[in-house]
């Protein structure tokens, strides 16, 4: 009953006090230069303090923030006059603050939500970075703040516009992926200052970005703030500030005649760069607001007294939001320019690059990639279980991976203290998401239990299984289709192997024996007597699982054949390697070997090499040091490592491997696979390790080369968009300015999440990655991956610590992987297959050997599985997530990885739910927290309101429910909006370049 009233006075005051969005907007007037005055807060989740530190302010020593002051502070103030507006981000914060509250308090807010007094903006759970993150991350680190907020506030906490105002550049991706949750618009903080200062010349501050796929579907109005997120210069009011309005004429220090002055010079200024009789002014800073007092009684000074003048000066102050400053925009109907391009690299002046974080702290970033790849995996496994609501434990992992999304996270920008923090939140979500799969995976009735998971398998450490001369592995195959996967498992000896898969005991799966180079055995902090890998073929039916008993022998394992580099006592030239690749060796002296790639007539030539570090104290643009946001090297050239100085090559029955020595820091294994049924074996896999970096000279920053003479790739090149797409690159060329070449290698470097490509008419060249990286084309033929990066400098723009990462006593190893595919002319579909095979990696599971239990469940399983049908959906179709989303509910992403215009794939929806029933489906936004046609048919449409100074490559807009079947149709839908099935089969259509978002009903 009491909930029940509490409703009805929310609607009643809803009623009375006007709307939330659009409709609780102030009106602009005409004849006047409306200025939008947008109180704001930037909360960073996690930079110079942690999480927990931000959000109760300690360690104020540090930095003086506490968030939850900040919220208490403007509440109260809203409170106190229905004019005021505030807007808030991050939600990770705000649901911490919103569990502390009382029900009368969230009944307050609520009214203010529902007013539009307090608005949420963006809504993710951090204000990811776009350069760093992969598409997965942002959608499920957006999904899960919208989704919390949608269900506290309703239709009024949903977001409807994008504020990401602190990240180092921006990616086109993430504009088309805001337009997929049917956003109205996105506003940025930082782009290149010259790319800036021509758009302010040009009023060309606001655009239609033409991001994605769909025609208007993957378009977004984007606005440039003015003067980043801060406020005008002398008008910060602020605990944090110094700036004062002084109104008293009888004070000695009055200075109200000058302060409106300077704003008003300052509006005038700001208006000359945009196209619209309204401009907005950000008026808050990081961390503002913890004294909202200060600011709202500044700010309606401000607004009193420019009004007394109204007339004169033609200005009008509001208090207002960047929704109702977009809403103003649209209904001046003006003409806007389109983008079809990104925002990187940005820099912040001519010696400024702001590239350095596309790699900086590499083991961190690899650990994302992993938590987030365990995470899908996870989420897939939860949402096959027998329980109705989700599993508290997976939000755990949601938050880490979300959290780690922030733009201080990924981006390796936080302080060390930081860092060390987030690795800490990665490693428990990554322990619930195995808890989850050990519930999922494990019989009741058995008493063979698999609850073991190796987390340092990364440096081929794992006591379980060096411990043991027998145990069960279980492999989860978290795509929708059969797939094999080497799996490698670090044990002790050199010996045979009994391998027995549960459902296939007729035959021992093959596996081979190979040694861990002595690189990798002595890296700092790796507690482990194991000198070999065991590998083994996997191969697992789609989003299923399968137990492997792993029985070790006594006799000597004979299978692999180490090849001597010498012959009658001189050197030769071997190769090893399979019909696609052969790894060419070839003695250039007594101690130096030269190591080249070849796939048909096309030879590659792979090396490391580093860039010197400037130096300096950052007082002038020309003094800027290479830091943890900059990359800013000391001269136009890289300094080569050199060629290996010991080569081991190894030959064996799944796969060729070479191990390759450079230095005392540097090694290299390289593999060619024999029976390559799974497209990521097709390329050849670089297995590198680097560290400890020596930091005379200021540290260095380390890149791995890949050269051919046999590909004419001229100036272009090509790289994803938060792993997802592509993007032409074109070196030492702005698409919307001239570019003034002051940093000639860093101004070409551009972030990558899953691969870099080259290409001629004939061949190309793509290096996969295993994590975010920073990456360029130096030269026609040429593509360079930087992988590792020590510094001794700090670049000053605010961490105040020099990247200098150590462990165990010294500087940091980091061991990652490329994979390089040399093939046909424009094979964009198959880098992108292996990309995403890379990253859907199995989830592996160790238990004891349970004899019994193993033979008793193959007579149990074997019959059943002979006529179970196996889902097999094509390489090219990726299922991007499925998890529960509320009682006998699972939202489904799926992905066509054609390009735009390519193959529509069919899917059959019913096969991804075996056993159960399906009763409805639904089309949803991206995020899966809104019907899709409902938001698209009330979104912005900016069609004739821009143009495109020289082409116009619109795609038609994509029918709402998908294409229907040429034999028959297959829906029909209801008065809900809902999909529901006529002939029986819940088959829908993936177009070419989509994705498609489903909220699947159960019985």
């Given at each position: 009953m009491k909930y029940w009233f509490l409703s009805l006075s929310i609607l009643f005051i809803k009623e009375v006090w006007g709307e939330c969005g659009y409709a609780s907007c102030p009106t602009p007037e005409p004849g006047y230069l409306n200025i939008h005055i947008v109180p704001h807060t930037h909360d960073d989740v996690g930079w110079l303090k942690t999480v927990d530190q931000y959000y109760y302010g300690y360690k104020n020593n540090i930095q003086r923030a506490g968030v939850q002051y900040i919220i208490d502070s403007v509440i109260q103030e809203l409170l106190k006059d229905p004019a005021r507006r505030f807007i808030y981000v991050e939600s990770a914060f705000f649901w911490r603050w919103w569990g502390e509250q009382d029900l009368t308090m969230k009944e307050t807010v609520r009214e203010l939500v529902n007013e539009g007094r307090l608005e949420f903006i963006s809504g993710g759970w951090s204000m990811n970075d776009e350069a760093a993150a992969h598409y997965s991350a942002i959608i499920d680190n957006m999904a899960i703040g919208i989704k919390f907020l949608q269900e506290e506030f309703g239709e009024c906490g949903r977001p409807k516009i994008g504020w990401q105002i602190d990240p180092f550049g921006h990616s086109r991706e993430y504009a088309n992926i805001l337009a997929k949750f049917g956003f109205d618009g996105l506003f940025l903080g930082r782009i290149d200052y010259a790319d800036k200062d021509k758009r302010k010349s040009t009023k060309s501050m606001e655009m239609i970005w033409k991001a994605g796929e769909g025609g208007a579907d993957g378009e977004l109005f984007t606005g440039v703030n003015h003067n980043n997120y801060s406020p005008p210069p002398g008008f910060c009011f602020d605990t944090l500030c110094t700036d004062v309005i002084m109104d008293n004429k009888l004070l000695e220090d009055y200075n109200l005649d000058a302060k409106l002055e300077e704003f008003k010079a300052f509006a005038t200024l700001q208006s000359n760069a945009y196209a619209t009789n309204n401009i907005m002014l950000t008026m808050g800073e990081d961390f503002n607001y913890q004294d909202a007092n200060m600011w709202y009684k500044n700010l309606d000074k401000l607004m009193k007294y420019m009004a007394e003048g109204k007339e004169e000066h033609?200005?009008?102050?509001?208090?207002?939001?960047?929704?109702?400053?977009?809403?103003?925009?649209?209904?001046?109907?003006?003409?806007?320019?389109?983008?079809?391009?990104?925002?990187?690299?940005?820099?912040?002046?001519?010696?400024?690059?702001?590239?350095?974080?596309?790699?900086?702290?590499?083991?961190?970033?690899?650990?994302?990639?992993?938590?987030?790849?365990?995470?899908?995996?996870?989420?897939?496994?939860?949402?096959?279980?027998?329980?109705?609501?989700?599993?508290?434990?997976?939000?755990?992992?949601?938050?880490?991976?979300?959290?780690?999304?922030?733009?201080?996270?990924v981006t390796g920008?936080?302080?060390?203290?930081?860092?060390?923090?987030?690795?800490?939140?990665?490693?428990?979500?990554?322990?619930?998401?195995?808890?989850?799969?050990?519930?999922?995976?494990?019989?009741?009735?058995?008493?063979?239990?698999?609850?073991?998971?190796?987390?340092l398998l990364n440096i081929s450490q794992c006591a379980f299984t060096e411990s043991r001369d027998a145990f069960t592995t279980v492999v989860y195959n978290p795509t929708p289709r059969t797939e094999s996967f080497y799996v490698r498992l670090p044990v002790v000896d050199s010996v045979e192997y009994t391998i027995k898969d549960t459902a296939d005991t007729e035959n021992n799966v093959a596996y081979q024996v190979n040694p861990i180079p002595e690189t990798v055995q002595i890296i700092p902090g790796r507690d482990s007597k194991a000198r070999f890998e065991l590998v083994f073929v996997a191969k697992v039916p789609a989003l299923e699982s399968r137990n492997f008993l792993i029985v070790k022998g006594t006799k000597a394992y004979t299978g692999i054949k180490k090849m001597d580099m010498k012959n009658s006592g001189k050197f030769r030239k071997v190769s090893i390697g399979n019909k696609m690749n052969q790894i060419e060796v070839e003695a250039s002296d007594a101690e130096h070997y030269k190591i080249k790639l070849r796939s048909g007539e096309v030879k590659v030539e792979m090396g490391f090499s580093w860039y010197t570090p400037a130096v300096g104290d950052n007082s002038e643009w020309e003094k800027r040091a290479s830091g943890a946001y900059i990359f800013r090297p000391n001269g136009t050239n890289s300094v080569p490592i050199g060629d290996p100085t010991g080569i081991q090559l190894y030959k064996g029955p799944l796969y060729d491997e070479l191990h390759a020595f450079y230095n005392d820091w540097i090694s290299q294994i390289m593999r060619t696979y024999h029976t390559p049924d799974n497209p990521m074996y097709n390329a050849v896999e670089m297995e590198w390790l680097v560290g400890p970096i020596p930091i005379e000279n200021g540290g260095k920053e380390v890149v791995m080369e890949y050269s051919t003479a046999d590909i004419n790739s001229e100036d272009t090149f090509y790289t994803d968009s938060n792993g997802r797409g592509l993007i032409k690159r074109v070196r030492n060329f702005r698409e919307t300015w001239d570019l003034d070449l002051t940093e000639p290698i860093s101004a070409n470097y551009y972030p990558l999440n899953s691969r870099i490509g080259?290409?001629?008419?004939?061949?190309?060249?793509?290096?996969?990655?295993?994590?975010?990286?920073?990456?360029?084309?130096?030269?026609?033929?040429?593509?360079?991956?930087?992988?590792?990066?020590?510094?001794?400098?700090?670049?000053?723009?605010?961490?105040?610590?020099?990247?200098?990462?150590?462990?165990?006593?010294?500087?940091?190893?980091?061991?990652?992987?490329?994979?390089?595919?040399?093939?046909?002319?424009?094979?964009?579909?198959?880098?992108?297959?292996?990309?995403?095979?890379?990253?859907?990696?199995?989830?592996?599971?160790?238990?004891?050997?349970?004899?019994?239990?193993?033979?008793?469940?193959?007579?149990?399983?074997?019959?059943?599985?002979?006529?179970?049908?196996?889902?097999?959906?094509?390489?090219?179709?990726?299922?991007?997530?499925?998890?529960?989303?509320?009682?006998?509910?699972i939202l489904v992403r799926l992905e066509n990885l054609n390009p735009v215009g390519g193959e529509v794939v069919p899917v059959n929806l019913d096969e991804l739910f075996p056993g159960q029933t399906i009763t409805s489906i639904t089309k949803r936004t991206l995020d899966g927290n809104k019907d899709r046609e409902e938001v698209y048919r009330a979104r912005m449409n900016w069609t004739n309101n821009y143009y495109h100074p020289t082409h116009d490559n619109r795609i038609p807009r994509y029918d709402v429910y998908g294409k229907k079947s040429e034999n028959s149709q297959l829906y029909i839908k209801n008065v809900n909006g809902k999909l529901i099935h006529r002939s029986g089969d819940f088959t829908v259509n993936i177009d070419a370049g989509f994705i498609e978002t489903y909220l699947v009903t159960l019985q």
């Open positions: 033609k200005m009008n102050l509001f208090y207002s939001t960047p929704s109702c400053y977009l809403k103003a925009v649209k209904e001046a109907n003006v003409e806007l320019p389109s983008k079809t391009d990104d925002f990187f690299p940005y820099a912040s002046d001519p010696h400024a690059y702001w590239t350095g974080y596309f790699t900086s702290r590499p083991a961190l970033k690899g650990m994302i990639r992993k938590a987030n790849s365990l995470l899908q995996a996870c989420k897939q496994v939860e949402a096959k279980s027998a329980a109705t609501e989700e599993d508290p434990r997976l939000m755990v992992a949601k938050r880490s991976v979300a959290v780690n999304q922030h733009h201080d996270a920008t936080a302080k060390q203290h930081v860092t060390d923090d987030y690795y800490l939140g990665l490693h428990r979500g990554m322990e619930a998401c195995h808890q989850i799969v050990t519930d999922a995976l494990n019989d009741p009735s058995s008493a063979c239990v698999v609850n073991e998971w190796c987390p080259i290409r001629d008419t004939s061949n190309d060249l793509w290096v996969m990655t295993d994590r975010s990286e920073g990456a360029s084309s130096m030269k026609s033929g040429q593509v360079e991956v930087m992988v590792h990066r020590r510094l001794l400098f700090d670049d000053a723009f605010g961490v105040g610590e020099a990247l200098n990462e150590e462990a165990f006593g010294t500087g940091l190893v980091v061991r990652g992987t490329h994979r390089v595919l040399l093939c046909g002319k424009n094979c964009d579909l198959e880098s992108s297959v292996v990309a995403e095979q890379m990253f859907a990696q199995p989830v592996l599971q160790f238990g004891e050997a349970c004899f019994k239990d193993f033979i008793d469940s193959i007579h149990n399983y074997r019959e059943p599985e002979k006529e179970k049908k196996s889902l097999e959906l094509p390489q090219t179709l990726k299922l991007l997530s499925m998890e529960k989303y509320a009682k006998s509910q």
